[in-house]
């Protein structure tokens, strides 16, 4: 069950199911963002999944936010993540909706 909150401008969720878990963190634009900041953060508990791919958690982060009317502008990723791709653009979807009625 994913977990949100808000962190200034960036939108927050933690979505943990079992063995996977996303600590993810976007700063959304209204309007498109070519080139998005991607942050590596230092890792939350003891756990490793293996290597993270910043450039593969862009395009599943901007491809979740698609259609939303939202656009990642900045992004915060940790470092212990599990490389799920797909649950990275799960969370981005649902971020971007909590953003989009938020009115930020």
């Not at 878990?21 to 003891?46: C, M, N, S, Y």
């Not at 999944?49 to 901007?62: D, K, R, T, Y």
């Not at 990275?88 to 979807?93: G, K, P, Q, T, V």
Request: aromatic share 8%; proline share 8%.
């Amino acid at each position: 069950m994913p977990t949100f909150g808000r962190d200034g401008e960036l939108y927050t969720i933690s979505y943990i199911t079992g063995p996977r878990h996303v600590w993810l963190d976007v700063q959304f634009a209204d309007e498109h963002v070519t080139d998005p900041e991607i942050v590596k953060r230092p890792p939350l508990g003891a756990c490793n999944h293996g290597g993270l791919s910043p450039c593969q958690i862009v395009e599943a982060v901007v491809a979740g936010a698609e259609g939303s009317g939202k656009f990642p502008k900045r992004i915060e990723f940790r470092e212990n993540d599990s490389p799920d791709y797909v649950l990275y653009a799960h969370c981005s979807r649902l971020l971007a909706r909590h953003a989009a009625t938020d009115g930020a």
